[in-house]
T-cell receptor, first 113, second 113 residues
């Protein structure tokens, strides 16, 4: 099993450009999450999904959109990138059972100039 | 909403010594407290967790304690080894809320050999 994979690993955008980050998991997990990690701030939840076709906002959703059209994929979109969105983005997934471990992907480092 | 504070931000210990990282949370309804370890260039990985109906949990050299009254929990690593060097994150959440977590800012642990 590959676990949780993220595409791309690195990306540089100019202000105003758009892009989509792809997260895929092969563990048949119901829940999926998108976090951003900034120095000194830990991980902050952007959006999450409790199942195919459902999404919900996390702590810092502004400027991002998500879609979960297939159970194994969770997409994070930036419609008009801003320098404040420079960060490392992590996707995670977990089973439906309460308290089950979140499995994290390797991250995407995004720089917006 | 929940707020998690983590201390210290950096911790250096000699190989073989113990390391303690402390976290406090604000939401008395939180009932799930995991700890994640993040190695350089990788996503976080769960190392131990505790639920609010338990005061202490051990797994080999790692232990976690929880004080619900004071709303704080701690990670204890005994007989530290160089491979314990990493960033450690505490988190808090409510099991019934889609396994959503709020993370602390992280502690950089350096084990000197």
């Amino acid at each position: 099993n590959a676990g949780v994979t993220q595409t791309p690993k690195f990306r540089v955008l100019k202000t105003g450009q758009s892009m989509t980050l792809l997260c895929a998991q092969d563990m048949n997990h119901e829940y999926m999450y998108w976090y951003r990690q900034d120095p000194g701030m830990g991980l902050r939840l952007i959006h999450y999904s409790v199942g195919e076709g459902t999404t919900a906002k996390g702590e810092v959703p502004d400027g991002y959109n998500v879609s979960r059209l297939k159970k194994q994929n969770f997409l994070l979109g930036l419609e008009s990138a801003a320098p404040s969105q420079t960060s490392v983005y992590f996707c995670a997934s977990s089973y439906l059972r309460q308290g089950d471990e979140q499995y994290f992907g390797p991250g995407t480092r995004l720089t917006v100039t | 909403g929940e707020n998690v504070e983590q201390h210290p931000s950096t911790l250096s210990v000699q190989e073989g010594d113990s390391a303690v990282i402390k976290c406090t949370y604000s939401d008395s309804a939180s009932n799930y407290f995991p700890w994640y370890k993040q190695e350089l260039g990788k996503g976080p990985q769960l190392i131990i967790d505790i639920r609010s109906n338990v005061g202490e949990k051990k797994d080999q050299r790692i232990a976690v304690t929880l004080n619900k009254t004071a709303k704080h929990f701690s990670l204890h690593i005994t007989e530290t080894q160089p491979e314990d060097s990493a960033v450690y994150f505490c988190a808090a959440g409510r099991l019934e809320y889609g396994n959503k977590l709020v993370f602390g800012a992280g502690t950089i642990l350096r084990v000197k050999s």
